[in-house]
């Protein structure tokens, strides 16, 4: 047994009951989630998220449904990263943007962005419609080593990263941005954003959460090659 497996057997597990998949119709979806009263450090939140756990606010989890296994961790090894065509045309579109990082979430725009974004881009999620206490669990709950970078147009906010600071690298765990501005591919320059910050720190990955194949949502993660998945407990380099 691994490290990092001795350290989930000593970690209470919850399950939740079946529920209805946010991404596969006619499909049951289960979840595993971390005791929440255990406070997610930078050692907690690393180790797990090499055994494919991920957070959302509060809690990490991962899932664990019945009859699928479609949801499949996925990371970029930086070192091995290369920006192709598209990638390039992407930074360079947003050379004119401000990035300013943050340990806290108090930008009074903040939550609109938030609420545009969702309402906007996932109008058919379980995300929909966007509340304050949504954006205050979901987004503003952090642990101590999770930072926000924000993104500025002449000084108008266009987009929000949500970054955990791992042992092994970066989380990406959740961006929004200015739907207004979708020409600009907010959401792909992020994690460019992540892949040099994460060279710049030394750090050798770049987590993106799960990729289900087939699912136009998170089809994006897909473009970053090579990509590494976590398939049966291993990494997997996909080239």
């Known amino acids: 047994m691994n490290t990092n497996s001795k350290v989930i057997s000593s ?7 079946p529920h209805p998949c946010s991404y596969k119709e006619d499909q049951r979806a289960a979840t595993v989630f971390v005791d929440p009263d255990l406070v997610i450090d930078k050692s907690l939140n690393s180790k797990l998220s090499e055994l494919g756990y991920r957070r959302s606010g509060a809690h990490l989890y991962r899932p664990d449904c019945d009859f699928c296994s479609a949801c499949i961790s996925c990371r970029i090894p930086v070192d091995h ?8 045309k992407i930074w360079s579109n947003n050379q004119d943007l401000e990035i300013i ?3 806290d979430l108090t930008c009074d725009e903040s939550f609109k962005l938030y609420e ?19 954006f205050e669990a979901f987004i503003k ?11 500025f147009k002449q000084q108008k906010l266009i987009a929000v990263s949500v970054t955990d600071m791992l042992e092994q690298g970066l989380s990406a765990v959740y961006t929004f941005f200015e739907p207004a501005e979708s020409k600009r591919s907010l959401g792909i320059y992020s994690i460019l954003q992540q892949v040099k910050t994460a060279t710049e720190m030394n750090l050798p ?12 949502k998170m089809e994006y993660k897909s473009k ?5 998945m976590l398939v049966d407990g ?6």
């Open 205 to 216: 990955y770049v987590f993106l959460g799960y990729w289900i194949k087939n699912c136009q």
């Open 234 to 239: 291993n990494w997997i380099l996909v080239k």
């Open 141 to 151: 709950t952090k642990t101590v080593d999770t930072r926000f970078y924000l993104f």
């Open 101 to 103: 990082e943050r340990n």
């Open 11 to 17: 970690v209470r597990l919850f399950r939740t009951s």
């Open 116 to 134: 545009r974004y969702i309402n906007t881009r996932h109008a058919d999620g379980d995300m929909y419609p966007a509340t304050p206490e949504q």
């Open 81 to 88: 990263f290369t920006m192709k065509r598209a990638h390039k």
């Open 224 to 228: 970053f090659r090579p990509l590494e």
